[in-house]
């Protein structure tokens, strides 16, 4: 037998305009409900809708991005099907002209590039929200109705959930880089439905196609792919039947189970949306639109692995989102040593940030200030240790290293004077230290470093005091 | 053009969520077959040269800035809902084809 997983991802995101998609209620998560809704979207009589035009440049600038075409001409459709999220029941969409087509993506998994198609980015609008009683009744939020929503579509490029996994994160960022959406799965910005099968790519012969709902993170993606892969695996060993069906990922017990059966194909009636004349977007707008398109994520990577000779992870955690990605250049064009900033960027910056849930555009310490706190390191003016502590007091007051260091007495002390007093101290109150280090015991020197550097609160230069102390016993 | 068939008809009353009793199954039929009859008609026309035609204005690209304004308040939202729930629309059990 040679069945290979073969799994699609169909991933729809909200975009972030400030309007909804055809009409001028506030696109907005969290609002009360049915406070957002007007005659268009709630689909009343005589109300007529018009494209929000930001929206139709979201779209076409996720296609650029992912290397799409951009359709000449195209239309909105009528997807028809009755569920109470429709007011209108039909959701206005795109069929057989969608804006963007034809694109790919260069994944990157354990070194190796693989070409992922994309079939198409189109633009349709989001659907209300069922939150379902006891009783068997459902009350509707209409808020989010009418929502521009852009659905980005793989071909069945995939064969592992490592593939997935890879190819959302980087999506994610992408989305993000270009400033279209948040992006945010736990709030359903974007949501991802793989589709899932095993091919024989020598007979033909496949397990029924399965589309899996109800993911709302990058992981719970990974890990029902996974267990939906092995599921086909045991069906096909066991003979157990399988049908082309919709299944729920059920994350507390980590399976997928049957939500509904396609004993035919969805017949939606799609026809040409008649309140909606074609969109052709000018060549000049498609050309303004490439040309506003930041760096990638995947080129940006690139250049900081070759410029600044960051290893891959290293790069990877820099660019995941695009203000690290800027604030570390910044860093380094304030003059700071490129891997000490991208080691202080990762180990205290980051670490601060997510300890205190903070933005890196909420950090108080500018990135050129970052770079003279590293420059204080470099000239020896305070410890690397002590600039962990500098660090935390900028980050909470603005303050700048230089003003900090000042106010808190915590410059390095590499006066030879006071620390040739200082070792003299340390030999007397030392002896039997000063005798292991005469036998040869180097360990033992650490006990007079250690009196110096408490004597200083830490603030004795201690390639200094090592070397005096070395001279000293030397003499002796 | 062949005639519509029952199942067909049957079809798209499912579609449309349409209970119909047989003998009213046997009149809607009649009845579309008489507009496929008319538009059998229509296919008589050459037309070759004329491009598939969606809309009857010839108008594209008609849009508007991103801007927001006030929806409704959500008494009126709610006004002709045939059942509501405080702020929320109420809906009977939905069964999931
Ligand atoms: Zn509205």
Redesign the interface.
Known sequence: MAFAPCIGLEVHVELD???KMFC????EFGA????????VC?G?PGSLP???????EYVIRTGLALDCQVAE?C?FARK?Y???DLPKNFQISQYDEPLTYGGHFHLQVNGQQKRIRIRRAHLEEDTGK??HLPD???????NRCGIPLMEIVTEPDFSSPEECRVYLTELRAILRYIEVSTANMEEGVMRAEPTVNLIDSDTGEATPMVEIKNLNSIKSVYEAVKYEIQRHWRCLESGEEMYQETRLWDEQNSLTAT??RKESAD?Y?YF?E?D???????HEWIEEIRASLPELPSALRQRLVERYELPEYGAEVITADRDTAVYYEQIVEAGADPKAASNWLMGDVMGYLNEQSLEIADLKVAPEQLAELLALIESNTISGKIAKDVFVKMAETGQSAQEVVKAEGLQQISDESELGRLVDEAIAKNPKAVEDFKSGKERALGAMVGYIMGQTRGQANPQLVNQMLREKLGQM | MAEISPEEVQHVADLARLALPPEELARVGRELNRILVYFQELQELNTDDVAITSHAVAMENVYREDSSRPSLPVEEVIANAPDSAEVFFRVPRIVDK
Not at chain 1, 24 to 27: E, T
Not at chain 1, 136 to 142: A, H, K, M, Q
Request: include cysteine; aromatic fraction near 6%; hydrophobic fraction near 30%.
């Open positions: 305009t400030e309007s001028q209620c506030r696109n009360a409900p049915n406070s957002r809704c007007c005659p709630l009343l018009v494209p929000n035009r930001k929206a139709v001409r239309r028809n009755f569920y109470p069922n939150i068997g009744r459902s009350l509707v939020d209409y939500m509904r017949d009636m040409p008649p909606l004349v074609p969109l052709v977007p000018e």
